[in-house]
């Protein structure tokens, strides 16, 4: 199941920032890529498929941690460059073992581990 | 106040992408980029600021639709390749009219205006 161009629009380099949510608590868990392979398994399986582009390799992620993501629903944005992944997170989504990405650098207004230098 | 860049990871383009969320019912609003610029201006206004890839120049979102964002946090993923700013949304967040960027085009499980072809 082909998805056209003019829905989705991928980057130059073949990618498209894709946000992952869980679906009942909003909380935002992680950024990850997908180009247009990933996309279309992750609707095919039903879980989240991404793009590592540090690997340079698929990446179905769950695969090795547990840590599964169910795919609740799968939105694009207005200009169709961005994609929303609701998801059913199983554990932690962040690989460092926080169960968000987000959840311990925080730039502002109380500046941590991620402080801005004077 | 310079970000160090060992905290902030700018991509090849010098940009990187900032999910806006409502910062109390969780609603993802939309995906913006920002500039180290960019960024150090949304930190020092406390409104969000964004490159405009399309447009090739600063934004500073409710400037001419009236419709602001406030920042209320502003955190870095663990790998500092991703922003996540926490706002209080002002009127609609999509330039389209409606309340998030994600709202109409929902290509899983009920394709609708952004249905995969068979």
Partial sequence: MPITSNQVRFGKDGLIPAIVQQHDTGEVLMLA??????????????????????????????????????????????????????VEQVGAACHTGTHSCFDTRELWPTPGEGSIDE
Same sequence: chains 1, 2.
């Fill in 33 to 86: 890529w997908m180009d247009r392979t990933a996309l279309e398994r992750t609707i095919a399986e039903g879980r989240t498929v991404f793009w590592s582009r540090s690997r340079q390799e698929y990446w179905r992620k769950g695969d090795t941690s547990g840590h599964t993501q169910a795919v609740k629903s799968l939105s694009i944005d207005c200009d169709g460059d961005a994609i929303l992944v609701r």
